[in-house]
């Protein structure tokens, strides 16, 4: 009789944890003290709060990109409308402005609502042909007309109210918190009107949607005073934590701040940072934590596999231009947050400040560099692209003048040198893009 050799089934082995994301956010981490070593806690501080809202902006692409596929190049345009949220929400209402024409604003407002509305009633109910065509024209074209004569005489009387300091209607007088989730709603109900309209075409589509209408939204918040002043900017946006000037005004706090050896000027101003870094730290881990949820749900492995094949997925039944349509909101929304954030610790709108290098390029650079499809990844990407960005110029400069220091004079190299600086973040965020394309072509933490 034939033995059988003696076998025993092994326990399997546990997979080794993957180190790398924790020896990632470990040298950032290290990086940020160093800044704070280096060259003042005051300016590492403020270099980590607008890496925390860069962060939350990489983490709304994330989801559209990484979980969905759709290439957003609008996110400028949502970033504005969240700063505009904190504006209509948190800063007191112009009572004379109101008083002057803020009924005739809010009437044409309400008309070219309607106008809207009535195209789409006539685009549903008529057949196709000419004369849907012809229905649709006039019908525009009226709604306009009569919007604009009844809205026009309203926004002039408006404008002419105390134009240097106010000359809008302002806002709700709201606290300054509100406006985050504000910001969001905003850019969610922008967001489902661009993709109620665009998400039924191509990727290359979309994005030239998405691009033109970001540019829309900002020509807006530049022109029209009455919303919010234009270029002229709004100013003196309320805070959600004291003031450095009202702390620097309080014999506790600077009694305080004696007893740790600190100015009542340098204490003020990190004390508001911290709390501010807290505020923001709070919200990014929330959003984190909620998409962290949704990408191991079943809602997000249908949405990875719509990114896949949208085509099997569609056969299996799935809605796949709802689903789009649902990460869309999701992403948008989150990127309103972040821009209600900044707003709130710039305490001003800026709309000329508003560039597509900064608030659509570089966030892009940030999803792709941390790891698109990893919502670490693209949190890391957010602090690493941040600060590089704005690190790059002052070592420039450093490094630059070191070398002008050994040149002559006259030099032709010393002279191209102090005009190179201003080129270095472009320089450096290629070459970081290339080298991380090339050796991590799925970033520093990869989708799993």
């Not at 060259?39 to 979980?67: D, E, H, K, R």
């Not at 100015?263 to 101003?269: E, F, I, L, R, Y």
Request: charged content about 10%; aromatic content about 8%; some cysteine.
């Amino acid at each position: 009789m034939t033995t059988l050799p003696n076998t025993t089934l092994a326990a399997p082995r546990r997979a080794a944890p993957n180190l790398r994301p924790f020896l990632l956010y470990l040298a950032m981490a290290a990086l940020m003290v160093g800044t704070g070593f280096v060259m003042g806690w005051n300016y590492a501080l403020t270099v980590m709060n607008m890496g925390l809202i860069s962060a939350i902006m990489a983490l709304g692409v994330n989801l559209q990109w990484g979980f969905a596929g759709l290439f957003n190049v609008g996110i400028m345009g949502f970033v504005a409308l969240g700063g505009l949220a904190a504006v209509l929400v948190s800063m007191p209402p112009v009572g004379e402005a109101w008083a002057a024409g803020g009924a005739r604003t809010l009437a044409g407002l309400v008309l070219g609502v309607l106008t809207v509305v009535a195209l789409v009633v006539v685009r549903r109910r008529l057949g196709t042909g000419r004369g849907k065509v012809i229905a649709m024209i006039a019908v525009g074209v009226v709604g306009f007309i009569v919007t604009r004569m009844v809205m026009d005489p309203g926004t002039t009387a408006v404008e002419a109210i105390s134009p240097s300091s106010t000359g809008y209607l302002g806002g709700l007088g709201l606290p300054i918190l509100l406006a985050w989730p504000a910001g969001g709603l905003l850019a969610a109900g922008a967001a489902w009107i661009i993709g109620k309209t665009a998400l039924g075409l191509r990727s290359d589509y979309l994005a030239i949607a998405t691009l033109g209408i970001a540019e829309i939204i900002l020509a807006i918040l530049k022109n029209e005073d009455w919303l919010a002043r234009g270029v002229k900017n709004v100013v003196g946006i309320p805070s959600p934590v004291p003031r450095a000037i009202d702390l620097q005004n309080d014999p506790s706090f600077v009694a305080r701040a004696a007893d740790l050896g600190l100015s009542p000027v340098d204490a003020s101003t990190l004390w508001v940072k911290i709390l501010y870094m807290a505020l923001f730290a709070v919200v990014l881990l929330a959003l984190l934590w909620l998409a962290q949820m949704a990408l191991r749900s079943p809602w997000g492995r249908m949405m990875r596999a719509i990114r896949d094949n949208e085509v099997a997925a569609e056969a299996m039944g799935k809605n796949v231009t709802a689903r789009h349509l649902q990460i869309f909101i999701l992403g948008s929304a989150i990127c309103g947050i972040a821009g209600a954030m900044m707003v709130t610790l710039d305490s001003q709108l800026t709309p000329g400040s508003y560039q597509p290098l900064r608030y659509t390029f570089l966030i892009w650079v940030m999803v792709i560099v941390g790891g698109s499809g990893n919502n670490w990844g693209a949190v890391l990407g957010g602090f690493l692209i941040w600060w590089l960005w704005v690190i790059v110029e002052p070592v420039g400069n450093a490094l630059f003048g070191a070398l002008n220091s050994v040149l002559p004079p006259d030099s032709l190299i010393a002279s191209h040198l102090q005009d190179a600086s201003a080129h270095m973040r472009l320089l450096t965020m290629g070459v970081i893009l290339l080298l991380v394309l090339r050796f991590s072509p799925r970033g520093l933490i990869p989708e799993k």
